[in-house]
């Protein structure tokens, strides 16, 4: 059985929603694994497979920002989040027993626009570097009060440079 959120609080919940994914990415821009660590599930379904060519996986938060820290080691990067369509699903997971009433779960996608700009601080000429341009789709389920990604799925719509540059891709 699912309800619906008021209006004032469809738009609350989505306007946080839309901080997590940004936080997410200003994160990875500043290296801040432990921030990151804050907004990502114990265990995340991950599909990067258009971009690293890896098959979809269940992976722990932890092993997922060991290969973002691996992957982007000595490069800045900028990461940009825009186009978030969001959707809020409230569900009341039914009870077998009779008189006990289950918890009211919260689950949410939302699908984004992205371009990543990588590139390595130690080349002047900046020709070492790769941009990413796509859509990323997150799911997110709401744990005491906050949303946590449980999974990440993202389309390359357009990639340009030196794919040696990401680490994570060698």
């Known amino acids: 059985m699912t309800s619906k959120l008021s209006n004032i609080e469809w738009v609350i919940e989505r306007s946080k929603i839309i901080d997590v994914i940004v936080a997410i990415a200003n994160a990875m821009d500043n290296k801040n694994w432990q921030n990151l660590r804050k ?17 979809p996986q269940q992976i722990t938060a932890e092993s997922y920002i060991q290969k973002r820290a691996e992957g982007l080691t000595g490069l800045k990067t900028l990461h940009i989040s825009t ?3 969001v959707a809020i699903v409230r569900a009341h997971p039914p009870n ?11 689950y949410a996608q939302c699908r984004s626009a992205y371009r990543i700009y990588r590139f390595d601080p130690t080349d ?47």
């Open 39 to 55: 907004y990502l599930a114990d265990e995340i379904h991950v599909d990067y497979s258009e971009f690293r060519g890896e098959l």
């Open 83 to 85: 186009n978030h369509e």
């Open 96 to 106: 077998r027993i009779r008189g006990l009433v289950s918890p009211v779960k919260d």
């Open 124 to 170: 002047e000429s900046r020709q070492e570097r790769l941009d990413t341009a796509g859509n990323y789709e997150h799911q997110l389920i709401r744990v005491d009060g906050k949303w946590r990604v449980t999974a990440i799925k993202q389309t390359v719509v357009m990639m340009s440079g030196n794919r040696r540059v990401h680490r994570g891709l060698q």
